[in-house]
C-alpha cells in the first residue's frame, strides 16, 4: 500500500474512536433537559445530544432508534407529565360532553340542538361574520350552565370548499416560516388571525363574555371548537390569560381536529399560560397533521428556522379507532405529536368528519339527538 493509502486508512479508523469517545459525554447525561441543550464536537463539528424518549437516554448522532421520538436542541420538547387528578384529567365522557357544544356551533339553531344534547346549557348568542375575501363564514357561540358553573365559547369549524382551501394555502405559507403576529412572539397562520380579529374582537364576542363574566365571576370558561374552530379555540385562551380577561386557573381548553395553529413561540406561550389543555384526534385525521414541519426533528435547521416551523401545543389525545362508546385513547407527554401516532398515515379525510364515530352533518340534520353522542 502507498503512503497516501496508508494515512487515510489511520484516519477511517481513527474517525470512529474519536466519535465514540464524544458521545461518551452525552450519554453520561441521565436527563431529557440537560441532554436537549448539550452538544459535542467531532473533529471540529458542534453536534447536538439526541435524548432517545423510548429507551430515555441520550446520545450522540444515530443513537435513537430509527423512527421513534428524538429531543434535541430544545428542551421545550422533553416529556411532561399530564395530570390524573380529578377535575385536571380528559375523559372520554368530558370529550363527549364538550363537543355536543362544539357541533351546536355550527348549527344554524344552536339553541334546538342544545336543548336536546346538552339541556343544561343555554344559548346567550350565536355570533357569524364573513371571515374572508371568498365570502366564506365564521361562526361562534356564547353559553352558560348554572349546573355545571361554566361559561363556554364553542367555535364553527371549517366548511369544505373554498375555506378550507384556503387554510390549506395560508398553512402552506406559515410552514415556510411566514405567521402573523399574535401575542408577544407567538405567531399564527394569517388566516386564523383574520378570523380571530373579525369573530372574537369585532363582532361584539369578546365585550360580551366580559358582561358574562361579571354575572358570573366563579364560573369556568371552557373553549372548544372543532378544525378550524378549535384553532380560534386555542388563539381565545391564550388571548384570553395573556390579557387577563380571566385568571388562567379558570380557562379550560378543549379542541378536536386542531391544525397545528401557530409556531414553536405559540406552542410555549399557550403552556405556559393555560393548564388545563388537550387536542383531541381521531385516528388518521388529516386536517389535524397540516401545516406540516419541514423538519420535525429540527436536524437540519438552525435554531432560528425552527422557531419558524409549526408545532403542536401538549396535551395530545388520540383516539387510534372510531371512538366509538366506550374505546380507548392515550394522551401524549410530548410537544407535538411526533412519536405519539402515525404522522405519515394522518391522511384520512373521513375520519376529520366523523369524531366519536358519527357523522357531523347527519349529527345536526337530526337536530343533535343526545343518545347519538352521549
Known amino acids: ?21 464524544a458521545v461518551s459525554e452525552c450519554k453520561k447525561i441521565k436527563e431529557c433537559s440537560t441532554c436537549a441543550e448539550s452538544h459535542i464536537h467531532v473533529f471540529g463539528f458542534k453536534e447536538n445530544c439526541r435524548w432517545c424518549v423510548e429507551t430515555k437516554s441520550c446520545g450522540g448522532p444515530f443513537s435513537c432508534p430509527l423512527g421513534k421520538a428524538v429531543v434535541q436542541r ?63 363564514n365564521c361562526g361562534a357561540i356564547l353559553a352558560v350552565s348554572q349546573e355545571a358553573k361554566a361559561i363556554y365559547i364553542a367555535y364553527k369549524g371549517s366548511s369544505f370548499d ?21 401575542v408577544d412572539d407567538a405567531g399564527v397562520i394569517t388566516y386564523f388571525h383574520g378570523a380571530f380579529q373579525k369573530l372574537f374582537l369585532e363582532s361584539g364576542l369578546q365585550e360580551d363574555l366580559i358582561e358574562l363574566r361579571k354575572k358570573h365571576p366563579a364560573y369556568r370558561l371552557w373553549l372548544t371548537g372543532h378544525s378550524l374552530g378549535g384553532s380560534l379555540a386555542s388563539m381565545t385562551a391564550l388571548y384570553a390569560a395573556h390579557h387577563k380577561l380571566i385568571d388562567q386557573s379558570k380557562i379550560r381548553l378543549i379542541t378536536f381536529g386542531e391544525p ?84 405519515a398515515g394522518a391522511v384520512d379525510i373521513n375520519d376529520h368528519v366523523t369524531y366519536f364515530n358519527i357523522n357531523h352533518d347527519e349529527y345536526n340534520k337530526a337536530r343533535c339527538p343526545r343518545n347519538m353522542l352521549m
Open 1 to 21: 500500500l502507498s503512503e497516501r493509502m496508508l494515512s487515510l486508512l489511520f484516519l477511517l479508523l481513527l474517525v470512529p474512536l474519536v466519535a465514540s469517545e
Open 74 to 136: 430544545d428542551p421545550f420538547k422533553c416529556p411532561h407529565r399530564h395530570s390524573d387528578a380529578k377535575g385536571r384529567r380528559y375523559t372520554d365522557r368530558l370529550g363527549r360532553s364538550v363537543f355536543a357544544i362544539a357541533l351546536a356551533a355550527r348549527d344554524n339553531n344552536a339553541t334546538d340542538c342544545l336543548a336536546n344534547a346538552r339541556p343544561d346549557v343555554t344559548v346567550v348568542k350565536q355570533y357569524s361574520v364573513e371571515c374572508d375575501k371568498a365570502g366564506n
Open 162 to 182: 373554498k375555506q378550507l382551501f384556503a387554510e390549506f394555502v395560508h398553512g402552506l405559507a406559515a410552514q415556510l416560516g411566514a405567521w402573523e403576529k399574535f
Open 260 to 343: 397545528r395553529t401557530g409556531n414553536v413561540a405559540f406552542a410555549k406561550s399557550l403552556e405556559t399560560e393555560i393548564d388545563f389543555r388537550y387536542r383531541v384526534v381521531k385516528r388518521n385525521d388529516l386536517v389535524s397533521n397540516i401545516p406540516n414541519s419541514v423538519d420535525p426533528n429540527a436536524i437540519l435547521l438552525t435554531p432560528a428556522m425552527f422557531d419558524r416551523q409549526p408545532l403542536f401545543y401538549r396535551y395530545l389525545v388520540h383516539y387510534d379507532n372510531l371512538m366509538g362508546k366506550g374505546d380507548s385513547f392515550k394522551v401524549c407527554e410530548l410537544s407535538d405529536d411526533h412519536g405519539c401516532r402515525n404522522l
